[in-house]
T-cell receptor
Framework: KAGVTQTPRYLIKTRGQQVTLSCSPI?????VSWYQQTPGQGLQFLFE???????NKGNFPGRFSGRQFSNSRSEMNVSTLELGDSALYLC????????????FGPGTRLLVL | QKEVEQNSGPLSVPEGAIASLNCTYS??????FFWYRQYSGKSPELIMS????GDKEDGRFTAQLNKASQYVSLLIRDSQPSDSATYLC??????????FGPGTSLSVIP
């Protein structure tokens, strides 16, 4: 099976812009979670989607949003980018919403200038 | 108190030795525990998951869970230079979020 794919892999934006990141889970997986990883804060949970519904959300401002499509692909959007949003954004998929094992994609590295 | 804490590291061990990585968590209702390995510039990959008290072995890796003490550990036997990476402890909490610890950097010296 193909693994989790994320596009784009690298992105440079300026403050105030918005960005959309995409994640395609492993075929058959219905749950997609998003994480932000920075050197200072580590890996932080953003949100989780299952069957097009947001099941859980981390402690991030409303500028961070996401959605999941009927084919389980997911997108996350960050509006009004700030310098502090520079990070590696990781998507992870799992078979079911309450399934335990998550498989991570390669990530999208976002740099905000 | 942070929800998931790990040895501050970095941890250095000689090749062939046992590396011991520790993790504590605050949510007593947590039921699922994971160890991920992350090489520099790469995404995390799952090493082991553990759900019940006691030990779980997989090759050179042994995960140990003690729910009463809210403690989970990972032992790596016969450490190899290729084991040099950051090890992340993750806990699926009772409120159904997966919380990662800050990670412990392991360096295996040839």
């Amino acid at each position: 099976k193909a693994g989790v794919t994320q596009t784009p892999r690298y992105l440079i934006k300026t403050r105030g812009q918005q960005v959309t990141l995409s994640c395609s889970p492993i075929s058959g997986h219905r749950s997609v979670s998003w994480y932000q990883q920075t050197p200072g804060q580590g890996l932080q949970f953003l949100f989780e989607y299952f069957s097009e519904t947001q099941r859980n959300k981390g402690n991030f401002p409303g500028r961070f949003s996401g959605r999941q499509f009927s084919n389980s692909r997911s997108e996350m959007n960050v509006s009004t980018l700030e310098l502090g949003d520079s990070a590696l954004y990781l998507c992870a998929s799992s078979l079911l919403a309450v399934a335990e094992t998550q498989y991570f994609g390669p990530g999208t590295r976002l740099l905000v200038l | 108190q942070k929800e998931v804490e790990q040895n501050s590291g970095p941890l250095s061990v000689p090749e062939g030795a046992i590396a011991s990585l520790n993790c504590t968590y605050s949510d007593r209702g947590s039921q699922s525990f994971f160890w991920y390995r992350q090489y520099s510039g790469k995404s995390p990959e799952l090493i082991m998951s553990i759900y019940s008290n006691g030990d779980k072995e997989d090759g050179r890796f042994t995960a140990q869970l003690n729910k009463a003490s809210q403690y989970v550990s990972l032992l790596i036997r016969d450490s190899q230079p290729s084991d040099s990476a950051t090890y992340l402890c993750a806990v699926r909490t009772s409120y159904d979020k997966v919380i990662f610890g800050p990670g412990t950097s392991l360096s295996v010296i040839p």
